[in-house]
């Protein structure tokens, strides 16, 4: 179980940190999903990542009064139907570093011989530039593919659609034809 407070002083680093990271003003749900994906992504505890867009909407009204955040203008949510506040971090404000789970400390943090150890660990754990291109490749590859399965999708649309005009236009035409004559 995980201390409130420490979870708390975790999740506004992480609201902090994703709008940052986001470069753009977010909504709350954006944060929230940002937070969510990163601290799942680290491995954090599941209870790192339990927490609603509404509270995360409640710490950001909460940093507003701490001026560490800015409320921006409304974005419309089409799914609601209302607009929403868009937040950003102060500008000025230190740099955030990626949080980590709540009762771990930093790597290295009063032991040199882990501080050592770090940075072969990174690199054991990390792919080759030639790995990424790979992966990035394979993903280009599929996005062309589905791509161009859209794209063969839409025009049988367009050909089925531009035969019933022109079968209805035939008809149109046929009968103004036939009452003419």
């Keep these: 179980m995980i201390d409130p407070d420490q979870l708390r002083n975790y999740h506004r680093q992480q609201v902090l940190y994703a709008l940052q990271q986001g470069g753009e003003p977010m909504t709350a749900s954006e944060v929230h999903e940002g937070m969510t994906t990163l601290a799942l992504a680290m491995g954090h505890p599941r209870e790192c990542a339990a927490i609603t867009p509404a509270a995360v909407a409640g710490i950001l009204r909460g940093m507003l009064g701490e001026i560490l955040v800015v409320q921006g203008e409304d974005r419309q949510n089409p799914r609601y139907g209302r607009g929403e506040p868009t937040w950003t971090a102060t500008a000025g404000l230190a740099r955030v570093e990626r949080p980590l789970a709540p009762g771990t400390r930093a790597v290295g943090a009063g032991d040199p011989a882990a501080a050592q150890a770090l940075p072969a660990q990174r690199q054991f754990r990390q792919i080759t530039v030639d790995q990424r291109l790979a992966f990035l490749q394979a993903e280009c590859n599929i996005l062309l593919a589905d791509i161009a399965r859209d794209y063969t999708a839409f025009e049988q649309r367009v050909r089925v659609q531009i035969s019933a005009f022109e079968q209805r236009a035939a008809r ?10």
């Design 172 to 181: 149109l035409l046929n009968q103004g034809e036939d009452a003419g004559a």
